[in-house]
């Protein structure tokens, strides 16, 4: 049975490795990754979720995967594709401008020479325009009833639900205004999946779903572009 939104303390598990990734290790964040309240999760499974973010949150300035966009690049292509993109309603105009925003704010980065900051402001702005292409394709849907529910999107929706849970956490170290309503934005999108999934509506539960993960990939870039100034280059106002 699908879960209504509810508070979670994923808390300790993001801090345990984000000070990891900033070279402020606490041991006593080791000890401490709680269970969900109020659902089945279990320190376990806390603990898979917290090891997401070592790719990234491990090694400022990591390396980008061979063949991967270098930033410069990257952030042109999202400028060109917000400028292109059809809004096809308020949400995804909505995103579109987030997406601006957030390429935009990369491109400052990469003027002062942080490019870490500027590859996960990039990042940013590709999950919101991920949003609004979600919304191209509710949009595009000419037969929305899927068959009934089945297993495969019902855990989607419980990877959904623990996913948002990080979200009140990211933007507390995002510091970043204009992410303030992500978080009940992502809880919404959420609420949405799981009213078409009970009316069998999939294709609407998945596209509400993924809306709902790449609102927590926005926030959680931003987080990690906070977190990773370069040493001897000061942050630039957002």
Not at 1 to 10: D, I, R
Not at 104 to 113: D, F, I, N, V, Y
Not at 118 to 131: G, K, N, S, Y
Not at 163 to 174: G, L, P, T
Request: charged share 25%; hydrophobic share 40%; glycine share 6%.
């Amino acid at each position: 049975m699908l879960k209504p939104y509810k508070a979670c303390g994923y808390r300790t598990v993001w801090n345990y490795w984000f000070k990891a990734g900033t070279g402020s290790l606490d041991g006593g964040y080791r000890a401490s990754i709680p269970a969900c309240a109020g659902t089945e999760m279990n320190g376990r499974i806390g603990l898979f979720v917290a090891a997401l973010f070592i790719p990234v949150l491990l090694v400022p300035g990591m390396q980008q995967a061979p063949g991967a966009p270098k930033p410069p690049d990257r952030l042109a292509e999202i400028l060109r594709q917000t400028a292109t993109t059809k809004a096809v309603d308020k949400t995804a105009q909505r995103a579109l401008g987030y997406s601006r925003a957030f390429a935009e704010s990369g491109e400052r980065r990469l003027q002062s020479g942080q490019l870490f900051a500027a590859d996960r402001m990039a990042e940013a702005a590709d999950a919101m325009l991920h949003v609004a292409e979600h919304q191209q394709h509710l949009r595009a849907q000419s037969e929305p009833k899927g068959p009934p529910p089945n297993a495969p999107l019902q855990d989607q929706l419980q990877r959904t639900y623990f996913r948002i849970q990080q979200a009140d956490y990211f933007v507390s170290e995002a510091h970043d205004a204009r992410a303030v309503s992500f978080p009940k934005w992502s809880r919404d999108f959420y609420q949405l999946a799981v009213r078409a999934y009970e009316r069998h509506d999939l294709p609407a539960a998945d596209e509400n779903a993924k809306s709902a993960e790449d609102v927590v990939r926005a926030l959680e870039s931003l987080a990690q572009a906070a977190a990773h100034p370069q040493r001897g280059v000061s942050q630039e106002p957002r």
